[in-house]
């Protein structure tokens, strides 16, 4: 069109002659040539498409040397490696985890043999080091993991890399201000997951732009093809629904992909999706698009592979491409300085809510450290997060009802010790969070969670709002540290240390109100629990936490009055559970414990001064106190009698002891 309008200024376009045509449509090619070579040079797009095939040559190679792995899906994402890490991306190979550098999950973690042989093209990992795939002593591990100092994450357990890339992107735009950009890369498979359209709508809520989703559309799943297979159009429509700039690829164009990149960096306002149509296992013979090859070495076909890969190749390298330089405009910090900007201030007797504490305190902590930043799901006015909200609006992240994408936007915050990140909701719905939280303790976050409305003292919510697993899930956790906080001294204190110990961490708050039983100056320590009532007669140790603590020490006064005393343990934390306090504490009561808990009885406290005492040759009795059945609805006084874990209850169970 654009030649034919001007031709014809010139009068019957027929009567031109063929040469002046030739001419005109020669001089258009020359144009259009010279466009394409000053935005991609036809020199760096052969380069890219031979790292592409090296890097298929070094997933072929690492899967056959350890006998397992992934080498067809790598396959698929070869091109879209070799464009991010070697035209796209500005990255430090001394140092991978730079502040200002861009980041990149790969969501689709079973493909780390691509990665990896990426990461050995760059310069990052020695050559050598690819064939120790998945070796018990190598650092290449089966699914990438921060072990590695050029990973941020953990992946590998699908559908969450994109909540955690957006954690990330949402700190670069908001926190940082800083330039660095975020890639995550997503099977088709694993947009299955409502998790990965979670991250889509926070994505597009906050217009992280600088957030590039790569949605890899191979078309086949593990054991059958994906759900869309190649139906391109559904993916880009969903995505643009979702209020992403969402554009198709050829996945194996590394003209389109540069493009798409490209358009990406340009688009404001709107994180980006690219949907790249490619094909499993591409380049090896008998392989591509075929099922029945995921997660499996190629075997008998592997040299034919290796072959035809090979012949693709134009030069070999070394390439000698460097990464874009670095723009070293992320701020530093310091996390490690955070504490209570002032004391405790509270009367003994006093009566406060512990999940109110909990707004107070993290306000305290931030006056401190500017890089707090507190998250919530839509209950910041149950949980109290409100209070941080109100007091420093530009450092609280509203995830809206979506638990477990609040988790991973926390995890991805916390990502490179870039700020102290406190996610809050209802306790019982962290447990749809637990696959991430999990995850998060393999990515060696250093992500606090804290859950309010615990048990059945909540009252009349009834049993869906009502956290009685909560213990049992995150003492399951190997880096985690779990607080029980029992009034307002303690829970200022518990989330201060939160704040400053290394891994996960949960904290239980409660919504009743208890009362102030410690004085403003108690100090608190991870692992030491409090002696609260003692005496040199004391005939039965009853441990309690929380709204159980309050119980405890009523049953307290009323055995006494009938001469009967009892010692009163206050643990603290339930991991690490204070073993030495516990079996002193048995020991001076002839081996008689009551535990009582607001929680279910497996996975809570009595199971974890069980297993403190487990070990001990005297002979101990325990009685154990706990929700034993689905709960209903009702006064939480009343529930808690109903359910055995009342202070009537205790009494009883004392008295049965003795």
């Not at 990052?124 to 650092?139: A, G, M, N, Y």
């Not at 002032?342 to 007797?349: D, F, I, Q, S, T």
């Not at 809570?604 to 487990?614: C, I």
Request: hydrophobic content about 40%; some cysteine; charged content about 25%.
């Amino acid at each position: 069109v654009h030649i034919w309008q001007p031709l014809s200024t010139f009068g019957n376009p027929d009567r031109l002659s063929l040469q002046f045509l030739c001419c005109i449509v020669r001089l258009s090619e020359f144009f259009c040539c010279t466009y394409v070579c000053q935005n991609f040079k036809m020199s760096n797009i052969q380069e890219l498409t031979d790292i592409a095939n090296k890097i298929r040559i070094h997933s072929v190679e690492m899967t056959t040397a350890a006998n397992s792995g992934h080498p067809t899906s790598s396959a698929s994402i070869a091109e879209i490696l070799s464009c991010l890490y070697f035209d796209e991306m500005r990255y430090s190979v001394e140092f991978p985890r730079d502040p200002s550098s861009d980041r990149l999950i790969l969501s689709k973690g079973h493909a780390c043999p691509g990665l990896y042989g990426a990461l050995a093209e760059a310069g990052i990992i020695p050559f050598e080091q690819l064939k120790t795939l998945r070796k018990v002593d190598s650092i290449l591990e089966g699914h990438p993991t921060p072990r590695q100092n050029y990973i941020d994450v953990a992946t590998g357990s699908l559908g969450q890399g994109l909540s955690v890339g957006a954690g990330m992107a949402y700190c670069g735009k908001y926190v940082d201000k800083a330039s660095y950009r975020t890639y995550c890369i997503i099977g088709d498979g694993e947009s299955a997951e409502g998790s990965i359209w979670e991250a889509c709508a926070f994505a597009s809520y906050y217009k992280l732009d600088n957030l590039v989703a790569i949605f890899d559309v191979n078309r086949l799943g593990q054991s059958q093809e994906a759900s869309l297979e190649h139906n391109i159009d559904i993916y880009k429509a969903r995505l643009a629904a979702f209020g992403f700039n969402a554009l198709v690829v050829d996945g194996h164009s590394i003209e389109e992909i540069l493009a798409a990149l490209k358009n990406a960096r340009e688009t404001k306002d709107k994180p980006t999706a690219l949907i790249l149509k490619t094909f499993k296992g591409r380049g090896f013979p008998d392989v591509e698009d075929k099922l029945d090859w995921h997660g499996k070495p190629l075997g008998p076909k592997a040299e034919a592979a290796l072959k035809a890969v090979r012949s693709l190749i134009k030069n070999p390298g070394p390439h000698g491409i460097k990464p874009k330089p670095i723009v070293n405009d992320a701020p530093k910090v310091d996390i490690s300085k955070i504490h209570l900007s002032e004391p405790p201030n509270y009367k003994l007797g006093d009566k406060h809510a512990t999940r109110k504490i909990y707004g107070d305190a993290l306000v305290k902590l931030g006056k401190t450290n500017a890089r707090l930043i507190a998250m919530d799901g839509d209950t910041k006015n149950s949980t109290f997060s409100l209070t941080y909200k109100k007091a420093f609006t530009d450092r609280y992240v509203e995830c809206f009802i979506a638990e477990q994408n609040l988790i991973g936007v926390g995890i991805g915050m916390a990502c490179r010790d870039r700020n102290v990140v406190f996610c809050s909701t209802f306790a019982c719905f962290l447990t749809r969070g637990f696959d991430q939280i999990r995850m998060g303790a393999i990515s060696q976050t250093n992500c606090n969670f804290v859950g309010s409305h615990a048990g059945v003292s909540i009252g009349e919510d009834g049993p869906s709002q009502m956290a009685l697993e909560d213990f049992a899930m995150f003492r399951s956790i190997p880096t985690a540290t779990c607080f029980y906080p029992s009034d307002a001294v303690s829970t200022e204190r518990a989330i201060e240390l939160a704040a400053q110990v290394k891994g996960i961490t949960f904290t239980r708050t409660s919504r009743p109100a208890t009362p102030v039983i410690y004085a403003n100056d108690e100090k608190f320590e991870i692992g030491k629990g409090k002696l609260v009532r003692s005496s040199d007669t004391d005939k039965v140790t009853v441990i309690g936490c929380g709204v159980t603590l309050e119980e405890a020490l009523k049953a307290y006064d009323i055995l006494k009055t009938e001469g009967i005393n009892i010692r009163v343990i206050d643990p603290f934390t339930l991991k690490p559970i204070d073993k030495e306090l516990l079996v002193a504490a048995a020991t001076a009561t002839s081996g008689k414990v009551v535990t009582v808990e607001d929680h279910y009885p497996e996975g809570g406290l009595g199971e974890a001064v069980a297993g403190a005492l487990t070990e001990e040759t005297r002979q101990i009795t325990i009685r154990r106190l706990a929700v034993r059945e689905v709960p209903r609805s009702g006064p939480g006084a009343v529930l808690m009698d109903m359910f055995g874990i009342s202070a009537r209850a205790i009494v009883e169970a004392v008295k049965s002891l003795i």
